[in-house]
């Protein structure tokens, strides 16, 4: 059974950079969408940004555009998330997820992925 493993989280000041990895093992197939949420103390999950995985299209959510990059490497089954400008709003728990395309674009919705990792901690110090 897949199975992601996120690295990289940790605390930096804001302002800061992080980089955050999601390594796909026992993949058997490859899934059609890759995907950074986060979620924060009492709040719901949000999608962050995400990746077709077949053409490497990526779609942002607002808040975070032009300060994060995610990427993939497909040789070695990981994707990642370039985070700079880090702000204390950015701060929450962040998983990656791995699910299918909705005809051709990856779905901001937390129920249409179907593997999740354990998450990474994300903390920005104001």
């Known amino acids: 059974q897949e199975r992601l493993v996120e690295t990289g989280g940790g605390s930096v000041q804001a302002g800061g950079s992080l980089r955050l990895s999601c390594a796909a093992e026992r993949v058997t197939s490859k899934s059609a969408c890759m995907a950074w949420f986060r979620q924060a103390p009492g709040k719901e999950r949000e999608v962050v940004a995400r990746i077709y995985v077949f053409d490497g299209t990526t779609e942002y959510a607002d808040s975070v555009k032009g300060r994060f990059t995610v990427s993939q490497d497909n040789a070695k089954n990981t994707m990642y998330l370039q985070m700079d400008s880090l702000a204390p709003e950015d701060t929450a728990m962040y998983y990656c997820?791995?699910?299918?395309?909705?005809?051709?674009?990856?779905?901001?919705?937390?129920?249409?992925?179907?593997?999740w990792g354990q998450g990474t901690q994300v903390t920005v110090a104001s």
């Open positions: 997820a791995a699910g299918d395309s909705v005809g051709w674009r990856c779905p901001p919705n937390t129920y249409l992925y179907h593997t």
